[in-house]
């Protein structure tokens, strides 16, 4: 019998010795014998690694690699030619000239023995048990010939002091099935680095103290489950575990559907239902996954209130009715057809989904292009990272990501963090910082916020939401004047570093001090240390670039990178963490009205040429309308027909009253979609989308990495591909487009799209994700950008003035209003809000008060509050502390019951055309008694 743990990872615990072993200088290749055979192993390689790399197994149940090495079940024991005592194998490192048996009848014998032991204490009937057929105490109990039903005990302390704690809405414990192995102990604390387990002493006894009774939530567990996988019993198990039997059901591994950090994961489905989530051995998580994914993949794709069927709104009642799909794409094509040719085709759009497959996008923008005619086309990247792909193209030449996960928090001195809280908005990339921290690398957060990982930063640099420029200014100031930039790549590989050298001139650490609200000597301390790294990454995300001076403040993070040569080389560069599951893969599918797939500019000579060539279509030669525009646009009666796969602007976009009067104002709006979403409802047809489990197809993460993303149900009948949808609309507006697998359609994507070159379905399946540029069939992709050259031949130093945001508070609107992601939920909410569990856990809206604004305004923690701006008014929870700065207030944007974007402000970086999320300013007061 084989165990389906899936593989974990975590940071190394470092080399283990024996006790008593002489400390010597590890050899670089270390010869040994195993079993009567000689092997060859690094030095430094424990027994255990050094037989199972030389396929010898000996079996284990406390350790996990990386993750567990505490040698504490010593099931590994084995004989050391020339010691009495058995070794444990996992922790004993390997000598030169070592001797090693790792089987024969005294080694089974005591592993017979450990195992009984165990059993002892161990609930009897393990054939009804939920892990049956996937535990690993089981598996053992059959290798050494120990009953699976002992009658051994279980009248040991566990069942006279323990009770079951099952008060998590997710995991439960059951201390009768506790080995005591600590796994579950090492893997909350050196890998999730939340220390949410631990242990205490019942006199002799060590007890595993696990956070899943009725007061869960006070404790510091964050629901990631990751501890399930590590448990080898089933001590620790998810609720959805309870529902099946590992030999009911069908392992299906393909790529997470929420944010853009790209994990595997491991659908596990029984009856054409998915029954369970765990985390698959993907190259970015390797088996973690956090609340979302494990626990948030699921209740959504059989939910009842899918759309099942085409809908066409009754002009007469204003209420949809059920369609064919003929219907229901006649009119479509009718309608689309007819628009474009009255009032031309720049009066029509499309909007593709960053949620979908690239195979989808890649359809959707061709569809805009060659049946509506026009480059006005976009995804939701222009609300949240366009100003990423923009800033760093102008720099650098490539908008995306410069390194892998792997390598930005990995091997690295410093990671400097700026408008990013990763362990929220990324949970396994935050796991992955904890790590690094818990391994010595120093952490700079540069946060309006006071963010979890504060409490492990060496500094917290508290910027005024929308300094973002003067605070990177600052931070150049003083690389500068203390001679901590890298002459020689400066001079070698950039432009204009004396422009830039001029404009920093002015920005003094007082200066910016006075601007960003931070002290001088920590924007001293922050440069100092950030350039003084010979390995510092630069991460960031929306709290940079959703500003009115976005792009600017990209830029001005990629001068930081340029002046001290941290592009192009292993443990730095600077990092953009994309919002949803492949908003990468969006922009590069070419849904962009400025680019074509792969980022060929329509501008550009002979782009437009070379793909009217390909799809054998004239194509318009004008770069399209951006999303923002084009909704300003409809609002003023200006669009007149609108085609949206999947998106939601009236709850996503800022300003909601404005968005909506740009829906009322369209002629036409057909849209793609899984539920009845704000904005479905002012379509005239909704077409029913796909799930990521219900189609095949490739997710590209924000470190470039396209993904695999596989079918795991079967879609009810009636129910169609998008792709084929799509073909099928493309054909009845006149344009050939035959209907393909989702395999050939990345071949035509990699025909067109240099950067894609040798990528495709087989390759992926065969060799795992490749990180895009990778030009050809042989070419391995490309981990790190930028490595001896720029994309666009020299990096490019940007001087950016400091401007303040485009809206700040004054004595009617007295208060910054922020906003951003929270762990437990993902975007609109559309798919997590359907997770029972994920909304019991948080399920309603709430404002963050610094905790002396609320004392001044009379308002409690858990009180009542109105929050108006300009735009709108809403009200909600209050949530009193000192997360937030005074005059500064915070609002997650996933809840409909409080609808923060009714009150941001549409104000438009002059790039990339990326709203002002961050900044707004609001009045806060008291609702009620």
Same mark, same amino acid.
């Given at each position: 019998?084989?165990?389906?743990?899936?593989?974990?990872?975590?940071?190394?615990?470092?080399?283990?010795?024996?006790?008593?072993?002489?400390?010597?200088?590890?050899?670089?290749?270390?010869?040994?014998?195993?079993?009567?055979?000689?092997?060859?192993?690094?030095?430094?390689?424990?027994?255990?690694?050094?037989?199972?790399?030389?396929?010898?197994?000996?079996?284990?149940?406390?350790?996990?690699?990386?993750? @567990?090495?505490?040698?504490?079940?010593?099931?590994?024991?084995?004989?050391?030619?020339?010691?009495?005592?058995?070794?444990?194998?996992?922790?004993?490192?390997?000598?030169?000239?070592?001797?090693?048996?790792?089987?024969?009848?005294?080694?089974?014998?005591?592993?017979? !023995?450990?195992?009984?032991?165990? %059993?002892?204490?161990?609930?009897?009937?393990?054939?009804?048990?939920?892990?049956?057929?996937?535990?690993?105490?089981?598996?053992?109990?059959?290798?050494?010939?120990?009953?699976?039903?002992?009658?051994?005990?279980?009248?040991?302390?566990?069942?006279?002091?323990?009770?079951?704690?099952?008060?998590?809405?997710?995991?439960?414990?059951?201390?009768?099935?506790?080995?005591?192995?600590?796994?579950?102990?090492?893997?909350?604390?050196?890998?999730?680095?939340?220390?949410?387990?631990?242990?205490?002493?019942?006199?002799?006894?060590?007890?595993?103290?696990?956070?899943?009774?009725?007061?869960?939530?006070?404790?510091?567990?964050?629901?990631?489950?990751?501890?399930?996988?590590?448990?080898?019993?089933?001590?620790?198990?998810?609720?959805?575990?309870?529902?099946?039997?590992?030999?009911?059901?069908?392992?299906?591994?393909?790529?997470?559907?929420?944010?853009?950090?790209?994990?595997?994961?491991?659908?596990?489905?029984?009856?054409?239902?998915?029954?369970?989530?765990?985390?698959?051995?993907?190259? /970015?998580?390797?088996?973690?996954?956090?609340?979302? !994914?494990?626990?948030?993949?699921?209740?959504?794709?059989?939910?009842?209130?899918?759309?099942?069927?085409?809908?066409?709104?009754?002009?007469?009642?204003?209420?949809?009715?059920?369609?064919?799909?003929?219907?229901?794409?006649?009119?479509?094509?009718?309608?689309?057809?007819?628009?474009?040719?009255?009032?031309?085709?720049?009066?029509?759009?499309?909007?593709?989904?960053?949620?979908?497959?690239?195979?989808?996008? $890649?359809?959707?923008?061709?569809?805009?292009?060659?049946?509506?005619?026009?480059?006005? /086309?976009? @995804?939701?990247?222009?609300?949240?990272?366009?100003?990423?792909?923009?800033?760093?193209? %102008?720099?650098?030449?490539?908008?995306? %990501?410069? @390194?892998?996960?792997?390598?930005?928090?990995?091997?690295?001195?410093?990671?400097?963090?700026?408008?990013? @809280?990763?362990?929220?908005?990324?949970?396994?990339?935050?796991?992955?910082?904890?790590?690094?921290?818990?391994?010595?690398?120093?952490?700079?957060?540069?946060?309006?916020?006071?963010?979890?990982?504060?409490?492990?930063?060496?500094?917290?640099?508290?910027?005024?939401?929308?300094?973002?420029?003067?605070?990177?200014?600052?931070?150049?100031?003083?690389?500068?004047?203390?001679?901590?930039?890298?002459?020689?790549?400066?001079?070698?590989?950039?432009?204009?570093?004396?422009?830039?050298?001029?404009?920093?001139?002015?920005?003094?650490?007082?200066?910016?001090?006075?601007?960003?609200?931070?002290?001088?000597?920590?924007?001293?301390?922050?440069?100092?240390?950030?350039?003084?790294?010979?390995?510092?990454?630069?991460?960031?995300?929306?709290?940079?670039?959703?500003?009115?001076?976005?792009?600017?403040?990209?830029?001005?993070?990629?001068?930081?990178?340029?002046?001290?040569?941290?592009?192009?080389?292993?443990?730095?560069?600077?990092?953009? +963490?994309?919002?949803?599951?492949?908003?990468?893969?969006?922009?590069?599918?070419?849904?962009?009205?400025?680019? +074509?797939?792969?980022?060929?500019?329509?501008?550009?000579?002979?782009?437009?040429?070379?793909?009217?060539?390909?799809?054998?279509?004239?194509?318009?030669?004008?770069?399209?309308?951006?999303?923002?525009?084009?909704?300003? %646009?409809?609002?003023?009666?200006?669009?007149?027909?609108?085609?949206?796969?999947?998106?939601?602007?009236?709850?996503?976009?800022?300003?909601?009253?404005?968005?909506?009067?740009?829906?009322?104002?369209?002629?036409?709006?057909?849209?793609?979609?899984? #539920?009845?979403?704000?904005?479905?409802?002012?379509?005239?047809?909704?077409?029913?989308?796909?799930?990521?489990?219900?189609?095949?197809?490739?997710?590209?993460?924000?470190?470039?990495?396209?993904?695999?993303?596989?079918?795991?149900?079967?879609?009810?009948?009636?129910?169609?591909?998008?792709?084929?949808?799509?073909?099928?609309?493309?054909?009845?507006?006149?344009?050939?487009?035959?209907?393909?697998?989702?395999?050939?359609?990345?071949?035509?994507?990699?025909?067109?799209?240099?950067?894609?070159?040798?990528?495709?379905?087989?390759?992926?399946?065969?060799?795992?994700?490749?990180?895009?540029?990778?030009?050809?069939?042989?070419?391995?992709?490309?981990?790190?950008?930028?490595?001896?050259?720029?994309?666009? &031949?020299?990096?490019?130093?940007?001087?950016?003035?400091?401007?303040?945001?485009?809206?700040?508070?004054?004595?009617? $609107?007295?208060?910054?209003?922020?906003?951003?992601?929270?762990?437990?939920?993902?975007?609109?909410?559309?798919?997590?809000?359907?997770?029972?569990?994920?909304?019991?856990?948080?399920?309603?809206?709430?404002?963050?008060?610094?905790?002396?604004?609320?004392?001044?305004?009379?308002?409690?923690?858990?009180?009542?509050?109105?929050?108006?701006?300009?735009?709108?008014?809403?009200?909600?929870?209050?949530?009193?502390?000192?997360?937030?700065?005074?005059?500064?207030?915070?609002?997650? #944007?996933?809840?409909?019951?409080?609808?923060?974007?009714?009150?941001?402000?549409?104000?438009?970086?002059?790039?990339?055309?990326?709203?002002?999320?961050?900044?707004?300013?609001?009045?806060?007061?008291?609702? !009620? &008694?």
């Amino acid at each position: 019998m084989t165990t389906n743990t899936p593989p974990l990872v975590a940071a190394s615990n470092g080399d283990h010795v024996l006790t008593g072993a002489a400390a010597a200088p590890t050899p670089v290749v270390v010869d040994l014998t195993v079993d009567g055979r000689g092997i060859s192993v690094p030095g430094g390689t424990t027994i255990l690694q050094a037989a199972r790399a030389h396929d010898r197994r000996i079996p284990t149940l406390c350790w996990l690699e990386g993750v @567990n090495e505490t040698g504490s079940c010593r099931l590994c024991v084995v004989e050391v030619e020339g010691r009495d005592e058995l070794v444990t194998a996992c922790t004993a490192v390997v000598e030169p000239g070592m001797v090693v048996t790792t089987s024969n009848p005294r080694i089974r014998a005591t592993r017979k !023995g450990l195992v009984s032991l165990l %059993m002892a204490n161990h609930r009897e009937h393990c054939f009804d048990c939920v892990k049956a057929g996937d535990c690993e105490l089981q598996d053992l109990g059959e290798e050494y010939g120990v009953p699976a039903d002992s009658s051994l005990g279980r009248k040991g302390r566990v069942d006279r002091n323990r009770m079951l704690l099952d008060g998590h809405p997710f995991l439960r414990f059951d201390p009768t099935l506790c080995i005591t192995c600590e796994r579950c102990v090492s893997m909350c604390a050196d890998v999730v680095g939340r220390h949410a387990i631990g242990t205490f002493k019942e006199g002799r006894n060590t007890i595993i103290d696990a956070p899943f009774h009725e007061g869960w939530r006070t404790t510091l567990c964050e629901s990631c489950g990751n501890c399930v996988q590590a448990c080898p019993t089933a001590a620790i198990t998810d609720l959805r575990r309870h529902t099946y039997r590992i030999r009911e059901v069908e392992t299906v591994s393909t790529t997470c559907p929420h944010c853009g950090t790209g994990c595997q994961i491991d659908l596990r489905v029984k009856d054409n239902r998915i029954v369970d989530a765990v985390g698959g051995d993907g190259p /970015v998580n390797h088996g973690l996954l956090c609340g979302k !994914g494990r626990s948030g993949s699921i209740d959504f794709v059989h939910s009842p209130d899918r759309i099942r069927t085409p809908l066409i709104k009754n002009k007469e009642t204003g209420e949809f009715e059920e369609a064919t799909w003929d219907e229901a794409l006649d009119l479509v094509a009718r309608e689309f057809t007819r628009l474009r040719d009255t009032y031309g085709p720049q009066t029509l759009a499309g909007f593709a989904c960053s949620r979908s497959p690239n195979e989808d996008i $890649y359809l959707t923008q061709k569809f805009v292009r060659t049946c509506l005619r026009t480059n006005n /086309v976009d @995804n939701c990247a222009r609300v949240c990272h366009s100003a990423s792909v923009a800033g760093l193209a %102008m720099t650098l030449g490539s908008g995306a %990501m410069t @390194n892998p996960i792997a390598d930005i928090t990995g091997d690295v001195d410093v990671i400097m963090l700026v408008g990013s @809280n990763p362990e929220e908005a990324h949970p396994v990339i935050g796991m992955q910082i904890r790590q690094a921290v818990q391994r010595g690398a120093r952490l700079v957060v540069v946060d309006p916020r006071e963010i979890d990982l504060c409490k492990d930063a060496d500094l917290h640099l508290r910027v005024r939401p929308g300094t973002n420029v003067a605070f990177a200014n600052g931070l150049l100031h003083v690389m500068i004047a203390e001679d901590l930039v890298d002459h020689a790549f400066i001079a070698e590989r950039t432009e204009g570093f004396e422009a830039m050298k001029d404009l920093v001139a002015d920005y003094t650490p007082e200066r910016v001090g006075e601007i960003c609200h931070v002290d001088p000597d920590m924007l001293r301390e922050a440069a100092r240390l950030y350039a003084g790294a010979e390995k510092a990454p630069i991460v960031y995300c929306l709290g940079v670039t959703e500003h009115s001076s976005g792009t600017e403040g990209v830029m001005s993070l990629s001068n930081l990178a340029l002046a001290t040569g941290k592009l192009g080389r292993p443990g730095c560069g600077i990092n953009p +963490l994309r919002g949803q599951n492949n908003v990468q893969g969006g922009c590069d599918m070419g849904a962009q009205p400025g680019d +074509l797939p792969g980022y060929q500019k329509v501008a550009a000579d002979g782009v437009v040429e070379k793909f009217e060539q390909a799809w054998g279509v004239d194509l318009n030669h004008e770069p399209g309308i951006m999303a923002t525009d084009i909704l300003a %646009m409809s609002a003023r009666g200006e669009m007149k027909a609108l085609f949206s796969y999947g998106e939601d602007p009236v709850r996503t976009d800022p300003d909601t009253a404005h968005v909506v009067k740009a829906m009322e104002n369209l002629e036409f709006f057909a849209i793609i979609e899984l #539920f009845m979403t704000d904005t479905a409802t002012y379509a005239d047809v909704v077409l029913p989308g796909l799930s990521f489990a219900e189609k095949t197809g490739t997710f590209t993460n924000t470190e470039r990495r396209v993904q695999m993303v596989r079918q795991a149900v079967i879609p009810e009948p009636g129910m169609r591909p998008e792709t084929e949808v799509l073909a099928d609309l493309m054909r009845r507006m006149g344009y050939p487009q035959p209907t393909l697998t989702p395999a050939q359609i990345m071949d035509e994507i990699a025909s067109v799209t240099p950067s894609f070159g040798g990528i495709s379905h087989e390759r992926i399946e065969r060799e795992g994700g490749l990180q895009w540029p990778c030009p050809s069939a042989d070419h391995p992709g490309t981990p790190i950008l930028h490595v001896g050259s720029f994309t666009r &031949g020299l990096g490019r130093f940007f001087p950016a003035e400091y401007r303040p945001s485009a809206e700040t508070p004054d004595a009617d $609107y007295p208060f910054i209003l922020m906003t951003g992601r929270m762990l437990y939920h993902y975007n609109n909410g559309t798919m997590t809000m359907r997770a029972p569990g994920l909304a019991e856990i948080s399920g309603s809206s709430y404002i963050e008060l610094n905790v002396d604004d609320a004392a001044r305004l009379g308002i409690p923690d858990g009180g009542r509050v109105a929050v108006s701006s300009r735009r709108g008014r809403i009200e909600t929870t209050a949530r009193v502390g000192t997360r937030v700065s005074q005059g500064e207030t915070w609002m997650p #944007f996933h809840f409909a019951d409080g609808a923060v974007n009714e009150l941001t402000n549409a104000a438009l970086d002059e790039y990339a055309r990326i709203p002002e999320y961050k900044v707004c300013a609001v009045h806060v007061e008291p609702v !009620g &008694g």
